[in-house]
């Protein structure tokens, strides 16, 4: 999780391929995001495209696409096997990373729609960042609108399918956009870990709906087994779910519209600096302390004995 090697050549050709296998990804990361908890809206259609019976069918087509192509894809490279196995596991177990993860892509390379093959590493993932930066800033502004129906619009969205509806795909839209750039942000960044440590809110926009969506599930599926009060208190445990996710959303834009803005985004950083500054002089400060307190400590034993034996 912390680099990645982009040793050996550029993988060549395959662009059609990756492309179509970009869409696929995002076709089986749209229709999860359609299924998922986002806020208070949308229930009634993702209880009725939950009873699809074509909706398996597509989410197993897609996942089998994923995995015909990920074998086929393990004697296109020339890499170890080792490495090839573990992309086709990752494909296999969550397959919208197909969009950034290949058997027959060398780790450490990312194809990018209109630029191609791209080593991953600090110049990729600066790039990326600054093609994302203004889109993401307009798919974050969405939240406002949302918000607004959700917190003014109360019963209004119950009497109102199609603006429920329209509320419900929105925030599915932001998920999506979110899921997207982050995914592609850390395929390109060269620490992963660190990326996700710095941008952890990005990771719990993410993950709050899928969350949200594994307990309700739960307790429907287990609803005959247990009390309605239990119910109940999943669905109040769902709208901390949706309070926690608007709020990481809030954060977000704010911190993406403060980078927006050159000016503001020094000051913070400037903000930020002094405080680990002062918070790195108190550290030195106590490891002094601790220092001069081991060294008091440290005095040689041999010597106090001898000296005991001396008065002795």
């Not at 993406?256 to 000016?263: E, K, S, T």
């Not at 790195?280 to 081991?294: G, P, V």
């Amino acid at each position: 999780m912390t680099s990645v090697s982009t040793s050996g050549p550029a993988p060549q050709g395959g662009e059609f391929r990756h492309a179509f296998m970009l869409l696929v990804a995002l076709a089986f990361l749209t229709t999860v995001g359609l299924l998922l908890p986002h806020g208070d809206s949308g229930d009634d259609f993702r209880d009725w495209l939950m009873a699809r019976p074509g909706l398996r069918s597509l989410l197993g087509g897609l996942w089998g696409i994923v995995a015909f192509e990920g074998l086929a894809g393990l004697f296109f490279t020339q890499d170890a096997w080792r490495a090839r196995l573990r992309r086709l596991f990752l494909t296999l177990l969550i397959p919208p990373l197909r969009m950034v993860v290949a058997t027959s892509k060398p780790d450490g390379w990312l194809w990018l729609p209109g630029a191609g093959w791209r080593r991953a590493g600090e110049e990729t993932s600066e790039k990326l960042e600054q093609k994302l930066a203004l889109p993401m800033v307009v798919l974050t502004l969405l939240v406002l609108p949302v918000l607004g129906a959700e917190l003014t619009g109360g019963e209004t969205l119950d009497n109102h399918p199609r603006l429920a509806l329209a509320t419900h795909l929105t925030t599915c839209v932001i998920w999506i956009g979110f899921t997207v750039e982050f995914v592609w942000m850390v395929a390109a960044a060269p620490n992963k870990l660190a990326y996700c440590l710095k941008h952890w809110i990005n990771l719990v926009i993410i993950l709050v709906p899928l969350v949200a969506f594994l307990r309700v599930l739960s307790a429907f599926r287990f609803a005959r087994m247990i009390r309605a009060g239990k119910l109940l208190r999943a669905y109040r445990l769902r709208g901390l779910w949706s309070r926690l996710w608007r709020l990481a959303l809030l954060f977000n834009l704010f911190d993406r519209l403060q980078q927006r803005d050159p000016a503001k985004y020094c000051a913070a950083l400037e903000k930020k600096i002094a405080d680990l500054e002062e918070e790195l002089a108190e550290l030195r400060i106590k490891l002094a302390e601790h220092r001069s307190k081991a060294s008091a400590d440290s005095i040689d034993p041999a010597g106090i004995q001898e000296g005991g034996h001396g008065q002795g």
